[in-house]
């Protein structure tokens, strides 16, 4: 039996709440089985300083590179070079975060569609996976992949919505990624028939650190690290009635060849 590894694909690192103590969140992750982890970038600032990350470990950590629909009133044409030139840097493996999300409308609608659709086509040019965000915007964001003949992998991270979406986005031929949102009694009560019985071959876990710390820790503070990435797992491994080494090696396997590893 392989060894009990974990593959963070989703980790906002950058996190001002991680400064005092990275090294500890990092050892600790460690400790705990977290082999790799996707370090999430937002904007372009933001994957400059995600690279600074990787480069004190380049065996644990990958980035991403991208501008996230709440920042998407801020992007230019010019940006698109900028994301380009980024991606010369052998840590980065996605284009994202990048996505709608139309609940907080920190951008017009309008500019995030532009923002999304200028990044589909970045990761195509450059055959790179898209790290995804959906919020509220089911049928826009799917509306966005209409004209596109979509060559590249794309995950729609933090899956929080019902099997008809989930079972939507995999006929498109994404990939998903589950929180520890899916460990909350009361807000992840409606996901547990579809995480019961749905296949695991494009699934992925994530903490989305340090936000979502799963409900059920009894921890001090709300904070989340990756070192509770196993808590994601356990829950999808007992509704699945499967070991935890089983779906650990799943997830496992599938990052690693989501993310071209």
């Not at 994301?83 to 052998?90: A, K, N, R, T, W």
């Not at 520890?180 to 994530?206: A, K, N, Q």
Request: glycine letters at 4%; hydrophobic letters at 35%.
């Amino acid at each position: 039996m392989k060894e009990l590894s974990y593959f963070d694909i989703g980790a906002n690192l950058t996190h001002e709440s991680f400064k005092k103590d990275f090294d500890r969140v990092i050892e600790e992750a460690k400790l705990n089985k977290v082999k790799k982890i996707c370090i999430t970038s937002t904007s372009i600032e933001d994957t400059k300083n995600s690279l600074k990350l990787t480069d004190i470990d380049s065996d644990l950590f990958i980035t991403t590179c991208g501008i996230h629909p709440h920042y998407a009133d801020t992007f230019k044409t010019t940006d698109i070079k900028k994301i380009i030139d980024l991606c010369e840097q052998p840590s980065i493996k996605a284009i994202g975060e990048t996505g709608l999300d139309f609940n907080r409308n920190f951008s017009k609608k309008s500019n995030q569609i532009s923002c999304f659709l200028s990044q589909i086509e970045i990761a195509e040019q450059l055959s790179l996976p898209l790290f995804m965000h959906q919020r509220d915007a089911h049928k826009d964001f799917l509306d966005c992949f209409k004209e596109i003949d979509l060559t590249v992998k794309a995950v729609v991270h933090c899956f929080t919505e019902d099997k008809k979406k989930f079972y939507e986005y995999l006929d498109k031929g994404f990939w998903i990624g589950f929180t520890g949102w899916i460990c909350d009694p009361v807000r992840g009560r409606h996901m547990v028939d579809l995480i019961s019985s749905m296949p695991l071959d494009r699934v992925m876990i994530e903490t989305d650190s340090p936000y979502l710390l799963p409900k059920n820790l009894k921890v001090k503070g709300r904070r989340n690290e990756p070192k509770y990435i196993y808590e994601i797992a356990k829950k999808i491994a007992d509704l699945q009635k499967k070991s935890l080494n089983e779906v650990c090696n799943i997830f496992y396997e599938n990052s690693i060849r989501f993310f071209n590893l």
